[in-house]
């Protein structure tokens, strides 16, 4: 989803540049070159993977989800000239399998995720994704349902705010700005995304504040995975991406931080690895890998595609492609 962009209003032009784009075509060729392939992108954002994998692959069914009613309906309008070879849904990433189920499709060959917050999002003041942009609370990637940010921050007790910014963000100052977050919202409550970074700013030590990019960023991270439950999403969406995969089927996934990337690193080894013990000589049935790793560690973008589009810069990609179906339960 991850992209550069500017927005002038909710009907405006995007340019879009996705990330990694030629690196996850050339990944997912083996597996889409051919007759009667369905890829999936699991998170279309404003279809700019998904443009490319239909004109690369022109044999191809593609089924598109995101959970942003405003970034499906730009990808619908950008897509449409590919007709019936485009099905897109309104769904979170774990919601795969109900997806997949409703349309009758049981095995798909490419699946593709590109996690984090696209640049419409961030780049739409009235999101409130932004530190940088002071802009009402919300940070919902679905705005017609659900919990805003304002909630949070507003409601929790500073002993769960704390855990939050600790764990989703890997804040080190989480029980001091959590303190000071309670102190405020007693006073006034917290409505616009101005005030909590300055109110963050502040509660973290001077040094601090000297390195590691604005003082705000990791509460503001911590706060959209909560709001969206996007670790507890993506836990389950890996997992059900490799179950629909089927054999020779590759699955490309690009991450923006440590937490997201410690989840798919999770899943892929896990799947490359045998499940025979390993004091017995000779590989038991049905024990073997499922999974073939594609790349060594993750891979980042070059330096030029850092340069030419910033928001590469934190991304980490991992692929693995299915060798064997899984045992029966």
Do not use: W
């Amino acid at each position: 989803m991850a992209a550069t962009g500017t927005a002038a209003g909710e009907g405006a032009e995007f340019a879009h540049e996705p990330v990694l784009l030629e690196r996850c075509l050339t990944l997912l060729a083996p597996a889409l070159e051919g007759n009667e392939r369905i890829a999936v992108d699991a998170t279309l954002g404003l279809g700019g993977h998904s443009d490319a994998l239909l004109r690369r692959f022109p044999q191809i069914r593609l089924i598109g989800l995101d959970r942003d009613p405003v970034a499906l309906g730009i990808s619908r309008e950008r897509l449409a000239t590919f007709g019936s070879r485009v099905t897109l849904v309104h769904a979170v990433y774990d919601e795969l399998p109900r997806v997949l189920n409703e349309l009758g499709i049981t095995r798909v060959h490419g699946v593709l995720f590109d996690l984090g917050v696209s640049s419409m999002q961030l780049d739409d003041a009235r999101r409130g994704f932004a530190y940088a942009q002071d802009a009402v609370l919300d940070m919902r990637m679905d705005q017609t349902h659900g919990t805003t940010a304002a909630e949070v921050v507003n409601t929790y007790p500073a002993s769960e705010l704390a855990r939050i910014l600790r764990t989703y963000g890997e804040e080190r100052f989480a029980r001091r700005i959590a303190t000071r977050i309670v102190q405020e919202r007693s006073v006034q409550p917290f409505e616009s995304s101005a005030r909590l970074a300055e109110v963050v700013r502040d509660a973290i030590p001077a040094p601090a504040r000297r390195t590691g990019g604005h003082p705000a960023k990791r509460t503001f991270q911590a706060l959209r995975i909560e709001v969206n439950g996007e670790l507890a999403a993506l836990e389950g969406a890996i997992p059900a991406a490799l179950s629909a995969l089927a054999v020779g089927g590759r699955i490309v996934v690009m991450s923006y931080h440590s937490l997201e990337d410690h989840i798919v690193k999770s899943a892929l080894v896990q799947g490359a690895t045998s499940t025979t013990p390993q004091d017995l000589p000779v590989e038991l049935p049905g024990h073997g890998p499922q999974l073939r790793l594609l790349t060594r560690g993750a891979e980042r973008a070059s330096e030029t595609e850092m340069l030419m589009n910033p928001r590469s810069a934190p991304a980490r990609l991992r692929a693995a492609e299915r060798i064997a179906e899984a045992p029966a339960a």
